[in-house]
């Protein structure tokens, strides 16, 4: 099996230059593309790309193919080029992605499903995703990830979890506590699907079981401590409202990011490296990792993020 390389991958455009360490050899073109989307607001259909030196026209039309079965290098520069769009006679612009007039057209729209901020969004978004019911807390969630790793305790070791096997058990049963990587990697399995968690903060799409060939993907959006699903909603009077996505659906993905981006220039994200959250109850204040153990010590569990 051909090894996983992380990429750093250097992109100018007449605007200027961004780098993306976000992506590996074995992720797709489509990420790519929207990847470079995200960053510089130009798609790669729309632009001639170049790469290397001296640069060579790199051609990047199949979405599905692997990044590395093109871009042979970890760290390499991609060149943008925008293609002037040329006129026909009647003075209309010619676009390759005009539709014929035939066509109905059908618009997607990305939008966030709020789900309560108590300490269960996690387990909560999941579940909207999975059933498109809304629940409040979800323990069921809480105790299938609970039994899994007690079961498996080779797998779920100290190392891996962060602490002993049993305590862990507990832990996650506690509706106090958060769940982040290891609970969504449980998810994913457990249900077979991609799971896909869109950082607002970083622009970033951590992905969960992405190389299980899953058949389909669901889309979660965190801004460092809370997360909330992504749906679509659309036109389209068969499917108006999608909660899961086919894996081949490579639009959604350059959504997500999109959906990202435009969230961080509204700057709705917590950086947690310079968080402060307030005790309503006694009006103290600390960091994220004081507060949860000032909450545990006191029973104190109304917070405010202190701007």
Same mark, same amino acid.
Request: net charge negative.
């Given at each position: 099996m051909a090894s996983v390389n992380n990429l750093k991958i250097q992109v100018?455009?007449?605007?200027? /230059?961004?780098?993306?360490?976000s992506?590996? #050899?074995?992720?797709?073109?489509?990420?790519?593309?929207? #990847?470079?989307?995200? *960053? +510089?607001?130009?798609?790669?259909? +729309?632009?001639?790309? *170049?790469?290397?030196?001296?640069?060579?026209e790199l051609f990047l039309v199949d979405d599905d193919q692997l990044i590395g079965d093109i871009i042979k290098r970890p760290r390499e520069t991609l060149i943008l080029q925008e293609i002037?769009?040329?006129?026909?006679?009647?003075? $209309? /612009?010619?676009? =390759? &992605?005009?539709?014929?007039?035939? =066509?109905?057209?059908?618009?997607? $729209?990305?939008r966030r499903v709020e789900v309560p901020a108590n300490?269960? !969004?996690? &387990?909560?978004s999941v579940n909207f995703c999975m059933t498109n019911k809304m629940m409040n807390k979800c323990p069921q969630l809480r105790e299938l990830i609970a039994e899994t790793v007690k079961n498996d305790p080779i797998t %779920?070791?100290?190392?891996?979890?962060?602490?002993?096997?049993? $305590? %862990? !058990? +507990?832990?996650?049963?506690?509706?106090?506590?958060?769940?982040?990587?290891?609970?969504l990697a449980i998810l994913s399995k457990y249900y077979g699907v991609e799971i896909?968690?869109?950082? #607002? @903060?970083?622009?970033?799409?951590?992905?969960?079981? $992405?190389?299980?060939? %899953? /058949?389909?993907?669901?889309? *979660?959006i965190f801004d460092g401590i809370? %997360?909330?699903? *992504?749906?679509?909603?659309?036109?389209?009077?068969?499917?108006?409202? @999608?909660?899961?996505?086919?894996t081949t659906d490579t639009q959604v993905i350059e959504m997500a990011l999109e959906f990202a981006r435009v969230a961080k220039e509204k700057h709705q994200f917590t950086d947690l490296k310079r968080m402060q959250l307030r005790c309503n109850n !006694?009006? /103290?204040?600390?960091?994220?990792? @004081?507060?949860?153990?000032?909450?545990?010590?006191?029973?104190?569990?109304?917070?405010?993020?202190?701007?």
């Open positions: 100018r455009t007449r605007n200027g /230059q961004h780098i993306i360490d992506l590996s #050899t074995k992720d797709s073109v489509a990420q790519l593309k929207a #990847t470079i989307w995200s *960053l +510089t607001s130009l798609h790669p259909d +729309t632009c001639k790309v *170049l790469i290397g030196y001296p640069p060579e002037v769009q040329s006129s026909v006679g009647n003075g $209309e /612009q010619l676009n =390759k &992605f005009a539709e014929p007039m035939n =066509k109905v057209q059908i618009r997607r $729209e990305m300490n269960s !969004c996690l &387990f909560v %779920y070791n100290e190392g891996f979890l962060g602490k002993p096997n049993t $305590e %862990y !058990c +507990t832990w996650i049963r506690n509706e106090d506590h958060w769940g982040g990587g290891i609970e896909v968690a869109v950082d #607002t @903060q970083n622009i970033r799409l951590n992905r969960f079981g $992405e190389d299980q060939d %899953y /058949q389909y993907r669901i889309f *979660l809370h %997360y909330d699903p *992504l749906i679509i909603e659309s036109t389209d009077v068969n499917n108006p409202t @999608q909660t899961k996505f086919a !006694c009006k /103290q204040s600390f960091p994220p990792e @004081q507060a949860r153990a000032h909450a545990s010590a006191t029973g104190h569990l109304d917070f405010s993020e202190v701007k």
